[in-house]
């Protein structure tokens, strides 16, 4: 009998990145929760799990640094994107803010809420935890503590929502990236990550961008990132409309690797629906 697809994600339950998971995968297959990003792509590459899902960017703090760096190493592909919509809900045990002296919640969470934080319970320390999940876990065996997590979150763990939608933007996404050892066929909508290196003159980030721009390609996303080899060098991450068979994306993937010191294709997928 085939066993179930397993699925990798940063756990551990009910964490943002697992309900993006449910999202994508649903119910019907297998889940674990790893404690780093790191142990979701290690699951994958020593297939222990079909794919990954792992956050790569939040549309108020940026991108997550720590998933670029991990493809830098590893051979696994991008195979498909996640937009999930963030919203945040303060939990407690107690029913009314009287009272409650810690809130835990990720660092990065309490930067989406800090304006809330300030007119509502400013002076209360603010104590990070791992996870949402795991803020939640503490709040529910802590008196006069509360937590800033998802509601799913707060079920599992019996907190009561004390307020909904406390993040200070309306619309906070987060965009996920589904990682496996296999390369996806065209679909006709389609989106290329890529990461390259450039060599250290005047102008070579410049050079790089002209193939996409002779080819017509639409890049919708560059960053940058320490090669954590040598001083001032990096590495650039960029997302760019199309297929890597694609004609014109094989012809300036061509043009950058005459140019770029290093190049390397992290995977073809179609496009997500944002929300």
């Known amino acids: 009998m085939e066993r179930p697809i397993k699925i990798a994600y940063l756990g551990p339950e009910f964490t943002f990145t697992h309900l993006a998971s449910l999202k994508k995968f649903g119910s019907s297959v297998s889940y674990v929760g790893c404690g780093t990003i790191t142990d ?12 990954g899902v792992v956050p ?3 549309s108020i703090e940026g991108a997550v640094n720590h998933t670029l ?3 830098a190493d590893s051979d696994l592909k991008i195979c498909s994107e996640i937009y999930l919509e963030i919203t945040h809900s303060l939990l407690s045990k107690k029913d009314n803010l009287n009272g409650i002296k810690k809130v835990y919640s990720k660092a990065e969470v309490f930067a989406q809420c800090r304006s809330w934080l300030e007119d509502n319970l400013y002076g209360v320390d603010l104590v990070e935890a791992s996870s949402t ?3 939640a876990s503490i709040a529910s065996n802590e008196k006069g503590s509360a937590c800033i997590a998802s509601e799913h979150a707060g079920k599992k763990y019996g907190l009561n929502v004390l307020y909904r939608g406390i993040e200070d ?10 990682i496996g050892k296999n390369d996806v066929r065209p679909t006709r909508h389609d989106k290329t990550s890529i990461m390259f290196s ?3 003159r005047a102008g070579a980030l410049h050079d790089m961008l002209v193939p996409f721009k002779k080819n017509g390609i639409n890049l919708t996303k560059i960053e940058s990132r320490p090669s954590k080899v040598r001083a001032w060098e990096y590495y650039f991450f960029v997302d760019l409309e199309g297929h890597a068979r694609d004609a014109k994306v094989k012809r ?11 190049v390397k294709v992290l995977g073809s997928y179609p496009v997500g629906s944002g929300v």
Request: charge should be negative; proline fraction near 0%; aromatic fraction near 12%.
């Open 69 to 71: 760096d991990m493809f």
């Open 133 to 135: 999940a795991k803020a």
């Open 198 to 200: 450039v060599k250290d």
């Open 56 to 58: 790569i960017e939040n």
């Open 169 to 178: 933007s309306t619309h906070n996404v987060t965009r996920f990236l589904v």
């Open 40 to 51: 979701v792509f290690t699951e994958v590459e020593k297939s222990r799990a079909d794919y």
């Open 252 to 262: 300036a993937l061509e043009g950058l690797k005459h140019s770029a010191s290093y």
